[in-house]
């Protein structure tokens, strides 16, 4: 899901692979060597590339970006939202809740077909874990009447079935305007649950209302964000022996576009809960007025490259860490695939740090790729009753820096065991830990939305 980090393929993905599916690897371009023989990157032939001008769009100014997030990108190969994160009852008990709307438009070499639509919604309780899940999936205004509008934003995927009520997932916005401090959004589902076990027809009912307290902030580099999701070997070589292993450094000397390597990348990652309700069947399950929740919305390019990565033992961690006391968020994890090796990344965000031309927050803090450690604590381990599989539930992570306002060193644990999600052909741990420790000099406290993939073929 959010975070995060995946480039699948528009084919059978399933009812809940989707949700994580939307935000891993983004294709991959040629080697650095042959660059200058490439054609230039267009955005508007749907190139997903660096640049340290702003050349894309979305880059030239706040009104650009907020067209940018709020309208259609039919160029590109993936176009997708994703939200994630806590529900705190009013007895103080614990939920988490994830939806995602998805896009794609085109096939993975770029070749006209029917785009096909992705929603679903995820929500588990710690009194009672294990997942609720809901899903539609079709060709938008052929088998899957969709929706996306601009003035006010909003997107809803709906199906129909003789005799029954429609089943849904919508999300807009209610005031405000996408992507701007102070928009309030809400999330309404009504959806069969899926889940292992649940009774015949039992419907997922949900309703979230959650109020942006930060703006955008946007990852990577350059003034489009552009978020690398792997280098090869020759631009690894550069990054660890010219540029002493910072990928912002060896981009912005270069001009490497990495074309296709790595998406462009925006976050909402403060948006403080207002009301929350959440039903199974007939009965109400959950319902309160506190909680954080993570806004992600990536877009992305492939080319017939990625399969060669996507397709073989490809394996994920991200952490996508909030402060809501300090308006900090982070983001840290690795990507890793024998091909191509690890590349692993830590940034930092704050509501003080400086703006792109677009308006969005640029990161405070960049960690080059050999200040990230990232350590599972092994007595965490903990086998699935369901699917056998064995994740660590606890992690330090140590960030190295010259200084101590570059330094940080984080506790990170689920909040509770059962967070995996069956993505069809393959499990996945999704789900809320907890976060301490100190960063750049001070004690934090926190929460993370957390993806833990195994090696998988995607």
Same mark, same amino acid.
């Given at each position: +899901?959010?975070?995060?980090? !995946?480039?699948?393929?528009?084919? !059978? ?19 650095? @060597? ?8 267009? =955005? ?9 001008? @702003? ?9 650009? +970006? ?13 176009? !997708? ?8 009852? *009013? ?15 085109? =096939? ?48 809803? =995927? ?41 009774? $015949? ?8 209302? =959650? ?26 070589? %550069? ?66 490259? @990625?399969?060669?990565?996507?397709? *073989?033992?490809?394996?994920? +961690? ?11 968020? +982070? ?14 990344? @830590?940034?930092? *965000? ?9 308006? &969005? ?11 990230? *450690? ?5 007595? &965490? ?32 644990? $689920? ?18 830990? !907890? ?19 195994? %090696?998988?073929?995607?």
């Amino acid at each position: +899901m959010t975070s995060s980090r !995946s480039a699948p393929k528009p084919r !059978s993905v399933s009812v809940l692979g989707v949700l994580l599916l939307a935000l891993l690897i983004a294709c991959a371009a040629l080697p650095a @060597a042959a660059l200058a023989a490439t054609p230039p990157p267009s =955005a508007a032939a749907g190139d997903v590339f660096y640049s340290s001008q @702003a050349t894309a769009p979305q880059a030239q100014s706040p009104e650009a +970006m907020r067209t940018f997030l709020s309208t259609a990108q039919p160029q590109f190969t993936l176009q !997708s939202y994703v939200w994630a994160g806590s529900l705190v009852e *009013h007895d103080g008990q614990l939920s988490t809740f994830a939806c995602e709307v998805q896009r794609n438009p085109q =096939a993975l070499d770029g070749t006209a077909q029917l785009p096909v639509v992705t929603s679903a919604a995820l929500f588990n309780r710690s009194s009672a874990p294990g997942y609720a899940v809901g899903a539609l999936l079709g060709i938008p205004e052929l088998t899957l009447p969709f929706s996306l509008t601009t003035l006010p934003w909003s997107a809803r =995927a709906q199906s129909f079935s003789l005799g029954q009520q429609p089943q849904f997932i919508d999300v807009r916005v209610v005031d405000g305007a996408i992507g701007t401090k102070g928009a309030v959004y809400e999330f309404t589902t009504s959806i069969t649950n899926g889940a292992t076990g649940a009774p $015949a027809g039992q419907l997922l009912t949900l309703y979230v209302r =959650a109020r942006d307290t930060t703006g955008l902030m946007q990852w990577g580099y350059g003034p489009s964000g552009f978020f690398p999701q792997w280098i090869y070997d020759d631009q690894r070589a %550069a990054i660890t022996g010219e540029y002493g292993n910072s990928v912002g450094r060896y981009l912005a000397a270069t001009g490497d576009p990495m074309t296709d390597q790595g998406d462009y990348y925006y976050t909402l990652p403060l948006l403080e809960v207002q009301r929350f309700s959440v039903s199974l069947g007939d009965q109400v399950v959950s319902e309160g007025s506190r909680g954080w929740l993570w806004f992600d919305t990536v877009t992305q390019t492939y080319d017939a490259a @990625a399969l060669e990565i996507v397709d *073989h033992d490809i394996t994920w +961690m991200e952490f996508s860490v909030q402060f809501p006391r300090t308006g900090q968020a +982070m983001k840290i994890g690795y990507v890793e695939q024998p091909k191509v090796g690890r590349l692993d990344y @830590a940034m930092l *965000h704050d509501r003080d740090a400086p703006k792109a031309q677009n308006g &969005s927050f640029m990161d405070s803090v960049d960690w080059d790729i050999d200040e990230v *450690h990232i350590t599972p604590v092994p007595s &965490s381990l903990w086998k699935s009753p369901e699917s056998g599989q064995s994740y660590y539930l606890k992690y330090t992570v140590t960030l190295d820096g010259a200084r101590p306002k570059e330094r940080a060193k984080l506790f990170i644990a $689920a909040k509770f065991q059962d967070q995996e999600v069956d993505a069809g052909q393959r499990t996945v741990y999704e789900g809320l830990f !907890s976060v301490s420790g100190t960063l750049c000099g001070k004690k934090v406290t926190g929460q993370a939305w957390t993806e833990v993939q195994p %090696a998988a073929d995607l």
